[in-house]
């Protein structure tokens, strides 16, 4: 869903009306505001569970497109590009300490291998869903809707996702946190 907003942002900020500068303006801010999420993110991943952290991350980018949805002022849009390079800088450092967390260190390149070719796989499809949904409705509003249902969908299953464990050793969900 990332790639497809990333894409489609600015031709829909101005399909409302807005001008370009300020489209173009929200998306830079998503990307500056990036930094300090990522930072607050791995702050609380080293005090906190970070499963339960990146579930309420990804609601929050959920609510984003709810929020992209009904802004329409200037103001209301720097201010949701914002919230949402807050979060989604969150959302990427997370998963980088979850692979960590549930895998090792000393499996991570190995896991990255498999998962990335899918990731790359989606953040192709997602843009190409997006500019064929607008082509087929004449707005976004059915796909970034969509959008916002499955980022819900995954903030549900984040917290089904036990880390694997070796036999007889200890799962991250240990009463120590140690695995």
């Known amino acids: 869903v990332i790639p497809a907003l990333n894409l489609h942002t600015v031709a829909y900020l101005t399909d409302q009306g807005l001008s370009s500068g300020i489209a173009v303006s929200a998306l830079a801010l998503i990307s500056l505001a990036g930094a300090p999420g990522s930072l607050f993110s791995g702050y609380l991943a080293d005090r906190y569970n970070a499963r339960q952290i990146l579930t309420v991350v990804v609601f929050l980018v959920a609510t984003s497109f709810a929020l992209l949805l009904v802004a329409r002022s200037p103001a209301v ?37 498999v998962v990335w070719p899918i990731q790359m796989v989606g953040n192709s499809l997602g843009p190409l869903a997006a500019a064929a949904t607008y082509d087929i409705t004449g707005n976004y509003v059915f796909i970034f809707s969509s959008f916002g249902v499955i980022c819900l969908l995954a903030g549900l299953c984040i917290p089904l996702a036990s880390p694997p464990t070796a036999t007889g050793a200890p799962s991250l969900d240990s009463p120590t946190g140690q695995a």
Do not use: E, K, P
């Not at 990427?92 to 896991?111: E, K, M, N, P, W």
């Open 77 to 113: 849009v720097l201010l949701w590009g914002l919230y949402l390079g807050l979060v989604r800088g969150g959302m990427h450092t997370l998963q980088q300490v979850i692979f960590a967390d549930y895998f090792g260190r000393d499996s991570l390149g190995a896991v990255r291998g």
